[in-house]
């Protein structure tokens, strides 16, 4: 089933069925302005529910997450993944764990309450900084929630999932007024940066930019996109008229979805569904 009503979306399988929702793992997304969650049957390994709601502001969100019944069931198990916060990349050769609200208070303006994840795929630890309120609210709700930074995810299943590739490969995720570009080589990440858009000319300026500046051929090099893009729409339509090869980005092929979700656009919540696989 589906529902939707100003932006918010809502599909659920028939087969859903929430006294078994121990067998259920709970993936939720934050975003400043949006919640996201899904459930996954872990017998199946089959999606089987997803739901996604707009906020305007830290407050209503977490009142969202207070109103949200399905996020109070006890489940299998349960992760976050916090999205488009503050946060920093520190090759771990050069991290010093006892220094790290120093990195924080340079890197991302904030000295409070850091969290951090090690990204093995990258032998590196990413440091960021959530709301308190928010981070309080969910933890009370799943007291055994594991939190991840939404970059952590993305980093880690593109180098899973797009291992092999020899030439630099650029990656870039769209929110609301943010782009995430990530681009790898050969197994390793060559660059991870946040950039703010008002407009898709931005979104080409600095896409563009960095294939500039890593020496890639926007005729030859892959591009792929994931999150708010459409196949046809501005975004993509203007990307395509610079770069030759541009694709979608794909989940791991290890995940599967019931037929009412079979429907969603897969790399629209990339970042989401592919959560499971890095917690």
Not at 235 to 247: E, F, G, K, Q, V
């Amino acid at each position: 089933m589906e529902t939707g009503e100003s932006n918010n979306i809502s599909f659920s399988s028939e087969d859903l069925d929430f006294q078994n929702s121990e067998n259920y793992h709970l993936s939720v997304e934050i975003q400043k302005e949006q919640l996201s969650f899904c459930l996954l049957d872990t017998t199946k390994l089959e999606y089987i529910f997803l739901k996604s709601i707009k906020a305007n502001n830290p407050l209503e969100m977490v009142q969202l997450i207070n109103n949200e019944e399905i996020l109070k069931y006890n489940f299998f198990s349960s992760s976050v993944s916090y999205k488009n916060f503050p946060s920093a990349i520190i090759p771990n050769p050069l991290y010093d764990a006892t220094k790290k609200e120093v990195y924080a208070g340079f890197a991302i303006g904030e000295t409070k309450k850091i969290k951090t994840d090690i990204i093995h795929h990258d032998d590196s630890t990413l440091l960021y900084s959530v709301e308190e309120n928010i981070t309080n609210t969910l933890n009370q709700i799943q007291t055994e929630i594991k939190e991840k930074n939404s970059s952590t995810i993305a980093i880690s299943s593109i180098l899973d999932k797009y291992s092999g590739l020899k030439e630099k490969s650029c990656f870039v995720i769209k929110e609301k007024n943010k782009i995430e570009i990530i681009v790898i080589q050969d197994d390793q990440l060559i660059l991870q940066n946040y950039f703010e858009v008002n407009s898709n000319t931005d979104i080409l300026y600095f896409t563009l930019f960095c294939f500039e500046q890593l020496k890639m051929d926007p005729n030859k090099n892959e591009l792929y996109l994931i999150g708010n893009i459409e196949k046809g729409d501005e975004t993509h339509s203007l990307l395509y008229d610079y770069i030759r090869n541009i694709s979608f980005g794909k989940i791991s092929k290890n995940l599967s979805f019931s037929k009412e979700l079979n429907q969603i656009t897969k790399h629209q919540y990339f970042t989401l569904f592919s959560q499971i696989l890095c917690v």
